[in-house]
Each structure stands twice: as structure tokens, then as C-alpha cells.
């Protein structure tokens, strides 16, 4: 079954000098439920597109998207707001939290916005998991990046939804902190069957995943079963010797020599 799939997704952006950008160019894909799909690639090739596009944060010029079984170009803005609310959660790298407001009241403002009742028992778990029982009423700049990150997965999973969407969820974060998240994300998808879909530069981040999708020039170039933080990274600067291809730099590679514990 699958929890997302794009068809022939393309988007095409006007650019200033009249020209215009073709950040996706027909991309065909499905990501299963219960699995961790990490998307790499240059810088510019379309990946924040890719996933602002799967997770109706954006709506492509051409092409479909599919969140279980509901086509979101049927939707009108009202019924793709209230699919977001319910069933996409969603980490960005800068953790988007409301500094008025506690961890608690962050963790549980999606329902409150979607006027839904929290799920007591779930939410225990979800503030169980990542570790932020004693945290509940302090304010997010009391706490460190990756508690703050942590509060944002809780965020993102408090509505149960089936997929989570996550932009450089470690960007953001040092090595140790990165490694937390991504093997609370990995929790996630192995004990809760739910579907996580990741941007990141980081093949060591990476490496937390089912499958590795590779785009360049908003194409999928590669699309594999996890290789490993090694693979990965030559991959990567494989790309980056192509010729009118970004610089390794500009992909913000960095040499990965861990794999992660699955
Ligand atoms: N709102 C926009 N208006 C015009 N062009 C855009 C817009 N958003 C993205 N683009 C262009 O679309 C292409 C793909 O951008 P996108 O942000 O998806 O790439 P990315 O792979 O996520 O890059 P990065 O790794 O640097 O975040 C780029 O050429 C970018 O400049």
C-alpha cells in the first residue's frame, strides 16, 4: 500500500528575467507505508519542491499526488488544509516553534487548530518517545536545538498522521543531536508503521533510511535500496563531477565514514 505517490509531477516557476525554472520535471514515485525514504541531491534540483509539492504544501503545474488513497488535486483549499492537519505531519530544519507558547500547548497546536480532541493515550507515547515528559511547561528557548527538534517531531506526530514530511529535520543540529532525532525517526517508522519522507544533504543522515532517492535537474538519478553512508557519498560527488552540475560544496557534502544503526 502505498502512503504517497506523485505522477509525472512537474513545477515551473517564473523566474525574474522572464525566463522560467523547471524545478521538477515529470517525476514518478511511490513510498510504501512503514518505510523511511531519504531524497538527496544538488542544491537546486528540486527537493524542498518535491516535498512542499507530495505534501500539498504546494501544488505542481502538471502531474498528481496521491496521499493514501485521495488525489489532492481534488481538493479544494478547505478539504487539503484539513488532509494536511489530519494526515501529514512535518519537521523543517528551522523547528517553526511558537515561543509564546509551552512545549505542551506546541505539541498539541495542530489539533487545537484542526479542532480535534487529542488522543491522551497516543500523545503520552508521543511525549514518551522523545524523551520530553519533564520539559511539558517550559518555553521552546529554555530548551537545546535537538530538545526543540524533538518538541517539533512530537508536533508533527500528536495528530497521528500517516505520513511525516521532514525538510533537513538536522540541519540545524551537531552530529550527536542529528544522530537522536534520526534514530527517533527511525523509532518512529519501525514501531508505529508510520511513513517518513526526508530532504537532506547528510548521506550519514542518510543512512537512517529504507531507500535513497537521488535528483538532479528536478529528475530522480538514482532511487536505491539503503547503501550505506559510504555509497551514498560517492554517489553524490559522482553528480557533482557532471559537467553544468552543482560543486560538491554547493551540495553541502560532507565525507561520511558511520553507517547508522538500524
Ligand atoms: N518560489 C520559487 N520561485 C522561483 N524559483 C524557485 C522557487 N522555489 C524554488 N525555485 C527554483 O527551483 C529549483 C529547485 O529548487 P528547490 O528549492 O526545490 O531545490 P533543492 O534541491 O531543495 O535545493 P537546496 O538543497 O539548495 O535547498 C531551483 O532552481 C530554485 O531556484
Known amino acids: 500500500m502505498s502512503a504517497v505517490r506523485v505522477q509525472g509531477l512537474t513545477r515551473i516557476y517564473p ?144 495528530s497521528r498522521p500517516e505520513v511525516i514530511f521532514c525538510d533537513e529535520p538536522t540541519g540545524a543540529l551537531d552530529t550527536g543531536t542529528a544522530a537522536e532525532v534520526l ?3 527511525r523509532g518512529v517508522v519501525n514501531e508505529h508503521g508510520q511513513t517518513v519522507i526526508m530532504v537532506t544533504h547528510d548521506p550519514v543522515a542518510a543512512s537512517y533510511a529504507d531507500r535513497v532517492m537521488v535528483l538532479a535537474d528536478g529528475r530522480i538519478v538514482h532511487d536505491m535500496p539503503q547503501p550505506g553512508a559510504d555509497r551514498i557519498a560517492e554517489h553524490l560527488a559522482a553528480l557533482g563531477r557532471r559537467p553544468h552540475a552543482a560543486t560538491p560544496s554547493a551540495m553541502g557534502l560532507s565525507v561520511a565514514t558511520a553507517g547508522a544503526p538500524r
Open 15 to 158: 523566474a525574474s528575467d522572464g525566463e522560467q525554472v523547471r524545478a521538477l520535471a515529470g517525476v514518478d514515485a511511490d513510498f510504501a507505508a512503514g518505510t523511511f525514504t531519504a531524497i538527496m541531491g544538488p542544491s537546486g534540483s528540486g527537493k524542498s519542491t518535491l516535498l512542499q509539492a507530495a505534501a500539498g504544501l504546494d501544488r505542481p503545474t502538471e502531474g498528481s499526488v496521491w496521499i493514501g488513497g485521495t488525489e489532492l488535486s481534488r481538493l479544494s483549499e478547505t478539504q487539503l488544509t484539513k488532509l494536511r492537519r489530519g494526515r501529514i505531519g512535518f519537521v523543517f530544519q528551522a523547528f517553526n516553534l511558537i515561543g509564546a507558547l509551552t512545549v505542551e500547548e506546541n505539541i498539541v497546536l495542530p489539533l487545537r487548530l484542526a479542532g480535534t480532541l487529542p488522543d491522551r493515550a497516543w500523545l503520552r507515547q508521543v511525549i514518551e518517545r522523545v524523551g520530553l515528559g519533564d520539559r511539558l511547561r517550559h518555553r521552546p528557548s529554555a530548551l537545546s536545538g535537538g530538545q526543540q527538534q524533538r518538541v517539533a517531531i512530537a508536533r508533527a506526530l500528536a
Open 183 to 185: 534514530t527517533l525517526l
